[in-house]
């Protein structure tokens, strides 16, 4: 079946460092790729998706590419802020699940600090 | 933005007892709302779609006499864990359906004694 994979945390980081939180997937077909973001004591948002492959989304400074030949949807930012302090979550939303049924990963928590 | 209100944030109970949790869309009808759970960790799960008016439909391996799902109105659906057990101790989180996005609440944490 379809899974996510993505980086343990917590991952630890000083203001204005370069983020990556890693995600990899598996998949029948062509998955559309989600991150979302749950800040401390809120729901889940979402951050950012892509449909197809090569595609990029990008949102608030972050942005992940679409890699089929390595199955990934990597999460990326240039310059961290302490306000990015979050969990971060990877999704796919497969062939059976249509585009309300997804398979997330583990999440990975982010923390910033000055 | 659409708002799900998820209650209670954070529940303690005896082993035995029953538990329930609320998921409520603020300012949208959700005709189709999911709860998942996540044990430490480990990934979200999807246990249940819910659809208003219906049965609701459980993922492979989910007891659904022991998770009931009730969504008796457009604007709430209820989990209602029943003769909890610590292995029912997680995180309970749920979504609702508008407008091909997914809206999620903040999630309760159950631990079971």
């Known amino acids: 079946g379809d899974s996510v994979t993505q980086m343990e945390g917590p991952v630890t980081l000083s203001e204005e460092a370069f983020l990556t939180i890693n995600c990899t997937y598996t998949a029948t077909g062509y998955p559309s790729l989600f991150w979302y973001v749950q800040y401390p004591g809120e729901g889940l948002q979402l951050l950012l998706k892509a449909t197809k492959a090569d595609d990029k989304g990008s949102n608030k400074g972050f942005e992940a590419t679409y890699r089929k030949e390595t199955t990934s949807f990597h999460l990326e930012k240039g310059s961290v802020q302490v306000s990015d302090s979050a969990v971060y979550f990877c999704?796919?939303?497969?062939?059976?699940?249509?585009?309300?049924?997804?398979?997330f990963g583990t999440g990975t928590q982010l923390k910033v600090e000055l | 933005g659409a708002v799900v209100s998820q209650h209670p944030s954070r529940v303690i109970c005896k082993s035995g007892t029953s538990v329930k949790i609320e998921c409520r869309s603020l300012?949208?009808?959700?005709?189709?709302m999911f709860w998942y759970r996540q044990f430490p960790k480990q990934s979200l799960m999807l246990m249940a779609t819910s659809n208003e008016g219906s049965k609701a439909t459980y993922e492979q391996g989910v007891e659904k006499d022991k998770f009931l799902i009730n969504h008796a109105s457009l604007t709430l659906s209820t989990l209602t864990v029943t003769s909890a057990h610590p292995e029912d101790s997680s995180f309970y989180i749920c979504?609702?359906?508008?407008?091909?996005?997914?809206?999620f609440g903040s999630g309760t944490q159950l631990s079971v004694l």
């Open positions: 300012d949208f009808q959700a005709t189709t």
């Open positions: 979504s609702a359906y508008r407008n091909e996005k997914l809206f």
């Open positions: 999704a796919l939303s497969g062939l059976t699940g249509g585009g309300n049924k997804l398979t």
